[in-house]
T-cell receptor
Framework: SAVISQKPSRDICQRGTSLTIQCQVD?????MFWYRQQPGQSLTLIAT?????????ESGFVIDKFPISRPNLTFSTLTVSNMSPEDSSIYLC???????????FGPGTRLTVL | SQQGEEDPQALSIQEGENATMNCSYK?????LQWYRQNSGRGLVHLIL?????REKHSGRLRVTLDTSKKSSSLLITASRAADTASYFC???????????FGKGTTLSVSS
């Protein structure tokens, strides 16, 4: 199994600012993803982080709001831009192999926007 | 969009009892995974069952999959207070890569 860490674990931010969340995997993984979990809700996929190319975004999520980088097979960042209180959520990254393999999750970043 | 739907939404039991959670999904899948989340923290992977498997065990966990009914169940036997958490089922998306999560079942085990 892969061990995934995220930084920061939590943050309180002001409206209009941006926050970059880092995700580090202890081994190379083929796929990395970013999810959002709004309060009391389930997880929603934001995007697939593609190594060396632009991320693939799900419907309702755009690159200008959630720019993602993935410079190598073990690291990715998600930026939440121009934040509003509606962005208050837990953001989780995950990593795994192909769809035959399990996906493992980081501990999440709890974001509160005032 | 959500693929899996768990039921019940909430379940309260006593320690030592068994807990059963169900998950239904809409489209064909390659595999189905169950996760546990403690109080808004990260997700812990519990078990993966492939579409050609019918049953899988891991410790006190038993997962079944019925592809004809598009449903799965998670059974936790001899529950403990530490099993108190939210449980989610997740299926692969159309591309067969990322996961689509159900709404989850909140399990409360009291001692």
């Amino acid at each position: 199994s892969a061990v995934i860490s995220q930084k920061p674990s939590r943050d309180i931010c002001q409206r209009g600012t941006s926050l970059t969340i880092q995700c580090q995997v202890d081994s190379q993984v083929t796929m990395m993803f970013w999810y959002r979990q709004q309060p009391g809700q389930s997880l929603t996929l934001i995007a697939t982080a593609n190594q060396g190319s632009e991320a693939t975004y799900e419907s309702g999520f755009v690159i200008d709001k959630f720019p993602i980088s993935r410079p190598n097979l073990t690291f990715s960042t998600l930026t939440v831009s121009n934040m509003s209180p509606e962005d208050s959520s837990i953001y989780l990254c995950s990593g795994g192999g192909s769809y035959y393999n399990e996906q493992f999750f980081g501990p999440g970043t709890r974001l509160t926007v005032l | 969009s959500q693929q899996g739907e768990e039921d019940p939404q909430a379940l309260s039991i006593q320690e030592g009892e068994n807990a059963t959670m169900n998950c239904s999904y809409k489209t064909s899948i390659n595999n189905l995974q169950w996760y546990r989340q403690n109080s808004g923290r990260g997700l812990v992977h519990l078990i993966l069952i492939r579409s050609n498997e019918r049953e899988k065990h891991s410790g006190r966990l038993r997962v079944t999959l019925d592809t004809s009914k598009k449903s799965s169940s998670l059974l936790i036997t001899a529950s403990r207070a530490a099993d108190t958490a939210s449980y989610f089922c997740a299926t692969d998306n159309q591309a067969g890569t990322a996961l689509i999560f159900g709404k989850g079942t909140t399990l409360s085990v009291s001692s």
